[in-house]
């Protein structure tokens, strides 16, 4: 996997759609205050992470894809196999909620690439890191920098790496997935 690639094609993508992407992150943060709206607004940043990742245009209403269609029922389940599995991994050892980060990270774009539900998302990305643990493990951690970065920088500098990393993981997703040649509009017509 080219990890250079990755990062300078998903920076390319979100610095010409910047302010959309920082509007729909904080709106991403501050929504989440409210825990029912976690998950839907998750998926929906990933969504618009998704559509950058295939250079399609994006909105900031993009962020609220998560609501429609029986996203915010898809998003939840697949959000609360991962906080208990996390849970559960925290309980034993802090290593194990790393080791449940990764094994879950392709888990929220292939909701959106594929219209899986949350078991079958789960799944998929089980296989996709077992196939790539490597390559899977190199992207957590790029993308743990990338948002500690942000996190330094506080809001600001969190408005420019989040979107960065899900983009970043998002086009990963897509190449290790094999499914590059989907829309988003041909998924949204499928899942309609």
Partial sequence: MDYEGLL????????????TYAVAALIAFVGSILIVTIAPLAYGFTYMAVKGARKEPVEINDVFEG??????????????????????????????????GIVFIFGLPLLVIKGYSGVDAVKETFEIVKENPVESLILYVIIAVLNVIGAIALLIGLLITAPLSQIMLANATLELSGKTHQTTENYVAETA
């Fill in 8 to 19: 300078k094609n998903s920076w390319d993508f979100q610095k010409d759609n910047i302010v």
């Fill in 67 to 100: 609501f429609r269609n029986g996203n915010f029922i898809r998003s939840w389940i697949y959000m609360l196999i991962y906080l208990v599995v996390l849970g559960i991994a925290g309980q034993i050892h802090s290593i194990l909620s790393t080791i449940v």
